[in-house]
Every structure is written in structure tokens, then in C-alpha cells.
């Protein structure tokens, strides 16, 4: 049993499940979310409530954050009564929401400034990882705060790695997300024409999964698109947000992303369309119609 107290922010989709697996590995779970009630079953199970962000971040050892978009970090972490002013010194920040490069920088400058070890760590998996420990998590940072935080992270993911500095796990969770962006516009027209081709999209995929084509999107999103099945284990809202960001982040390094552009710009019709909480699978309406 680990005397290690943890202030877990965020319990949405993969939030919640990644709690769990920290309660249930033995760490102290302090618990802030802007909803009370999105944390209501991991407060059944024993973790500790906190009223503010500065009252959780005052009481713990390690804070871990995992909200949705950037302003929701900054919000977190900086102010009067952010993470930032309030944590005791010597304690681990990890910043695990797919954020900006820049602020993992920032939120790594400050820290350093009040003796805190900041870490962005941003994670791939989506729910099924978060719920069974296996996330891939791309982490920026110390070696030293690294090598503190492994046990925690080992709980969590399977595939971790130190990527370099602060902002390279942000770096590199951008670079998994244009991967995903082309290759999910792939898996969509790959099932369509299967099923105009008359064949059974559910025995082609058994075919291509496993051969050069193979991806975590086409094995376990495809058969979600076949079976109408949108229910999200990561947001189409949050998909373009990330997208947005690799896009601004692209352009500032000067690379062309035709592949990125064509997707963000499909998943924005999707999202105008009235899709933005449905899962990233959901784009295969577009090319159902």
C-alpha cells in the first residue's frame, strides 16, 4: 500500500477509469472535477472529495490532470487557486491532457520556479487502454521526475517514453494524432466500399487487420463503425481540438499537412452535423450518406 496521495483532475471518458486503476493499486486518491457528480463512483469506492482545485492540489503528493481543451489547463494550473500557487514544494505535476507544446513549457517554467517537477505526459488508448492499464503515454520532462513517476505511470500504460524535454510529449502525442486523422478517413472508405462491393465488411476486416494495413483505428473502431455503434471512447469535439492544435503547431514549423487538413475538415462537417459527443468513429456517417 502506497502512503502516496494523489489529486486525479479530470474524471471524464479515460479520467475515470485511470483513477480507478490508481485507487486500486493502493495510492490515496484526492479528487476535484468541475462536475461533482461525474466523480460520484469513484468517491463510492473510497476517494476523497475536494471543493476547489487549490484544496486538492494543498494535499497532495502527485496531481494529475486530464481535463478537455488547453483553457481548461491553464485554468487548472495558473491563478490565485490553481495548481500552480497551492502545491507544496517537491511535489509532481503531470499534465496527461492533450494539450499545447507551448504551455507544457510554460507550466514547466513556473513550476520549476516554485520547486514543483512538472511532467506533460499526454496519453493514446482511448477508453479501452484507460480501463485496462495499456496506454500509450508520450511524456516531456526530467529524466529524474521521469524515473520518480515510472511506478505511477506503469499502472497506467504499458508503452511509456521518456521523448525529451518539457513539450516533447506533447510534441509527440501531435504527431499520433495526424497519424490517427488520415487514417481514420482510410478505415471509413475501406468499409464502404467492402459493403458496396457486396462483401461482408465484418470478414474483410478480418483479412486486413492483421496484414500491412493493420491499426488500433481499423481493429477497434471499424467494427464499432459496422455495427452503428457511436458511443465515444474519444470525442469527436476533442479529436478537432487536438487536430487544431498539431495544425497551428505544423505551420509554425513550417510543414505541410494536406492529410491533417482533409480530416479536420471532415470531422468539422461531422461536428456541425450535430456529432461532437459521439465517438471519432462517427465519421463514417459522412460517407454513409
Not at 479528487?31 to 476523497?48: C, D, H, I, M, P
Not at 493514446?124 to 496506454?135: E, H, M, T, V, Y
Not at 513550417?254 to 450535430?274: D, F, I, M, V
Request: overall charge negative; some cysteine.
Amino acid at each position: 500500500m502506497s502512503s502516496t496521495t494523489i489529486g486525479f483532475i479530470g474524471t471524464g471518458v479515460m479520467g475515470k477509469s485511470m483513477a480507478r486503476s490508481l485507487m486500486h493499486s493502493g495510492y490515496l486518491l484526492n479528487v476535484y472535477t468541475r462536475t461533482k457528480s461525474k466523480a460520484q463512483e469513484l468517491l463510492n469506492e473510497g476517494a476523497t472529495w475536494k471543493n476547489t482545485v487549490s484544496e486538492l492540489a494543498a494535499s497532495s503528493d502527485v496531481i494529475i490532470t486530464i481535463v478537455g481543451y488547453p483553457n481548461d489547463v491553464e485554468e487548472v494550473y495558473f491563478g490565485q487557486e490553481g495548481i500552480l500557487e497551492n502545491a507544496k514544494a517537491g511535489t509532481y505535476i503531470i499534465d496527461m491532457t492533450t494539450s499545447n507544446p507551448q504551455l507544457a513549457q510554460k507550466i514547466y517554467e513556473q513550476a520549476k520556479g516554485r520547486n514543483l517537477y512538472a511532467l506533460d505526459a499526454p496519453v493514446s488508448g482511448g477508453d479501452i487502454g484507460a480501463r485496462d492499464g495499456k496506454l500509450t503515454i508520450m511524456i516531456g520532462g526530467d529524466q529524474t521526475a521521469y524515473e520518480e513517476m515510472l511506478p505511477i505511470f506503469k499502472v497506467l500504460g504499458e508503452n511509456i517514453i521518456l521523448q525529451g524535454p518539457a513539450g516533447a510529449g506533447q510534441h509527440t502525442k501531435m504527431s499520433n494524432q495526424i497519424t490517427i486523422a488520415s487514417n481514420m478517413i482510410g478505415v471509413c472508405e475501406a468499409i464502404m466500399y467492402a459493403k458496396k462491393a457486396g462483401l461482408n465488411p465484418e470478414r474483410v476486416l478480418d483479412s486486413i487487420t492483421t496484414g500491412a494495413a493493420g491499426s488500433f483505428s481499423l481493429s477497434k473502431l471499424g467494427p464499432r463503425m459496422i455495427k452503428g455503434d457511436y458511443e465515444p471512447g474519444f470525442y469527436v469535439k476533442h479529436f478537432i481540438k487536438d487536430m487544431k492544435i498539431a495544425l497551428e503547431s505544423a505551420k509554425d514549423m513550417g510543414l505541410k499537412t494536406p492529410g491533417l487538413e482533409l480530416s479536420l475538415s471532415l470531422y468539422t462537417e461531422l461536428a456541425e452535423k450535430g456529432e461532437e459527443d459521439s465517438g471519432t468513429q462517427a465519421l463514417i456517417k459522412l460517407f454513409s450518406e
